[in-house]
């Protein structure tokens, strides 16, 4: 098997297990309970170290803590480093660039929040709280850089941060804004740096920033929806992924239960829709394999993953296969490949 993949599923406090062959076929190779928890009241993130090494998951429930646990791709096993509170109940979480801290996001608190990480590569207790704005959804750290970025669907922005000397956490004063009464929900940066793309959830939207080293530009530079051209329903947008290239990227629509796909102007950042696919309903959570060919969808109302293979040409999904998660299924990670 070329890939492990790891599913945080919240419905029953588990992770199920899975090797993907080269093909694109999934292997189950068993089930894990949360250990030490009780019942999730929300979707669980998840987020891996930089070298792969150690998965994070932001439990929501009580207690709200934070997990640590060693990645075995291997033997296709997690082992508990350890445990650490939250400052609450966490929407997303992500390492910052350096791999000292753990970026976190609160939606019913309007938090954002930092835990450092010890050497012995588990989250400790969070140093610093910030509450910047209603329902923060995102935090993903510029590379390189001891800045990070983070979303609010209540203020329809993206707030730029900053981990200062001793770890002291700073809100800057730039802004950037979605439109209006879109609610910024999610964000993935380009990897050549120069440009960002945050999907809004209450318009399925993707939209295009500029980046100048680690200032996005105040407005989107291209907005485009997401959903399907025969949808006359409501949107309701979850995920949205870059390809490790950068030429292709996919954003989700749960209510549609569909995947958008788009290609990516390299110099202009500028986006083209390039089709769409339709996955198991409500399509929450997606990921990318490391290769590059292929991409992993969640359906969070129906307990499946799906594998789509990605054309490499032109960024079509080809589904090669699915099988049962365990309930609510709210996160996707992947190592090997």
Not at 228 to 257: C, M, V
């Amino acid at each position: 098997m070329s890939h492990f993949v790891i599913v945080c599923n919240s419905g029953s406090s588990s992770f199920s297990l899975y090797g993907l062959s080269d093909s694109g076929r999934l292997e189950h190779a068993g089930d894990m309970p949360f250990p030490g928890v009780g019942e999730a009241s929300g979707a669980c993130p998840m987020t891996l170290s930089s070298d792969g090494k150690t998965l994070y998951l932001a439990f929501r429930g009580s207690p709200q803590e934070v997990l640590s646990f060693a990645v075995d791709g291997t033997a296709r096993q997690l082992r508990l480093l350890g445990r650490a509170p939250l400052a609450d109940s966490m929407a997303h979480i992500a390492v910052d660039s350096s791999g000292r801290y753990l970026l976190s996001a609160s939606y019913g608190g309007g938090k954002v929040s930092i835990n450092p990480i010890g050497a012995d590569r588990a989250a400790g207790a969070p140093s610093v709280t910030l509450t910047p704005a209603g329902k923060m959804h995102c935090c993903i750290p510029v590379p390189e850089s001891d800045v990070f970025f983070a979303t609010s669907l209540a203020a329809d922005a993206i707030y730029r941060f900053r981990i200062g000397t001793g770890g002291k956490l700073e809100q800057q004063t730039e802004v950037a804004k979605v439109p209006a009464g879109s609610g910024a929900r999610h964000l993935v940066l380009h990897p050549n740096g120069r440009f960002a793309y945050v999907v809004t959830e209450l318009n399925s939207l993707a939209g295009v920033f500029r980046l100048e080293g680690s200032t996005l530009s105040s407005e989107p530079l291209q907005t485009l929806s997401i959903l399907p051209e025969q949808w006359q329903g409501e949107p309701w947008a979850a995920d949205i992924r870059i390809t490790p290239d950068g030429r292709f990227l996919y954003a989700s629509d749960r209510k549609a239960n569909s995947i958008a796909c788009f290609a990516v102007d390299a110099a202009s950042g500028r986006l083209t829709r390039a089709g769409g696919t339709f996955g198991a309903p409500w399509p929450r959570s997606m990921n990318i394999t490391p290769d590059g060919r292929f991409l992993l969808a969640l359906g969070e109302n129906s307990d499946l993953i799906d594998v789509f293979g990605i054309d490499t040409e032109t960024g079509a999904l080809d589904k090669r296969h699915t099988l049962p998660t365990g309930k609510g299924p709210s996160w996707v990670e992947m190592v090997g490949g």
